[in-house]
């Protein structure tokens, strides 16, 4: 069986890891596909794409996208282009599906906000037209805080009939791989096809609060770093800023230079 971690954020929005660190973090758990789904940009997730087939990698990398919408959080993957957050959860549903991609809710259930409860889940369903029904629904987030909610989320979708996503939700590259989905076969285009025919299981446990807690400590140290460089950049008018975590991340505007992977790739084995 075929085992990717479809919801994974980078230094690019709010994790706290590398696009490299999460290639290894996958790479050391054995895992078959991974998608990088940062909030409301898919630029860390092209890159780790090209880093992981340019180093012939065992793990193959989505391109994704996290999707804030008026009607909860949305993963996006499969992507060739952003999507512009704050629409209608059924219109970003549609959004995704317009570029090919194939649209998971995130986190549903969770009485928080940007979590998409049960009836606009269903009122998705029911419209007449596939282009806005989600493909997928994360039946298992690892997340401690949801974690009285999550409970009863795979036996909703399983009456939805959706394809049942586990999703790691990881915003450090240790937590990679706390929460899979599971399909027959290992590429990308496998687990595409398990989705689309609704034939995808998941496996994971809760993270430990103490987990959560580091993690949180980890986010505000990075923030502080990168309201740093960022106002350092612009006082220096050097065009840079915050390390969005891949070869070229520091400059802006931000893109990936390809050139600089193997030199970022002997740094990091050097520091290790």
């Known amino acids: ?18 696009v490299l660190e999460i290639l290894d973090a996958a790479e050391r758990r ?26 012939g990698r065992r793990v193959r990398v989505i391109v994704g996208e996290e999707i804030t919408t008026r009607g909860g959080h949305l993963i996006g993957l499969f992507l060739t282009q952003r999507i512009k957050p704050w629409g209608s959860l059924k219109t970003s549903v549609a959004r995704v599906h317009e570029q090919g991609g194939i649209a998971i809710v ?20 029911d419209e007449g037209d596939s282009i806005f029904h989600p493909d997928g629904i994360e039946a298992f987030n690892p997340t401690t805080a949801g974690m009285r909610w999550t409970r009863r989320v795979p036996e909703f979708v399983a009456q939805t009939g959706r394809a049942p996503i586990g999703s790691s939700d990881a915003h450090r590259a240790a937590d990679v791989g706390q929460a899979l989905t599971t399909f027959e076969g290992t590429s990308p285009e496998e687990l595409r096809a398990a989705i689309e025919s609704r034939e995808t299981g998941w496996e994971g446990t809760f993270y430990p609060w103490r987990s959560q807690i580091t993690m949180f400590r980890a986010q505000l140290r990075k923030n502080a770093r990168a309201v740093r460089d960022d106002l350092g950049g612009k006082i220096r008018r050097s065009g840079t800023g915050r390390d969005l975590g891949y070869p070229g991340g520091r400059q802006r505007p931000a893109h990936f230079d390809p050139t600089l992977v193997g030199r970022t790739e002997r740094i990091s084995r050097d520091e290790g």
């Open 1 to 18: 069986m075929g085992r990717a971690d479809l919801h994974i954020h980078s230094l690019a929005s709010d994790g706290v890891s590398t």
């Open 30 to 55: 054995e895992l078959d596909v991974i998608a990088i789904t940062d909030h409301e940009r898919i630029d860390a997730g092209e890159a780790a794409q090209h880093m992981a087939e340019d180093a």
């Open 106 to 125: 995130a986190h549903p259930l969770v009485p928080y906000p940007l979590c998409a409860r049960a009836g606009a889940i269903r009122a998705l369903l």
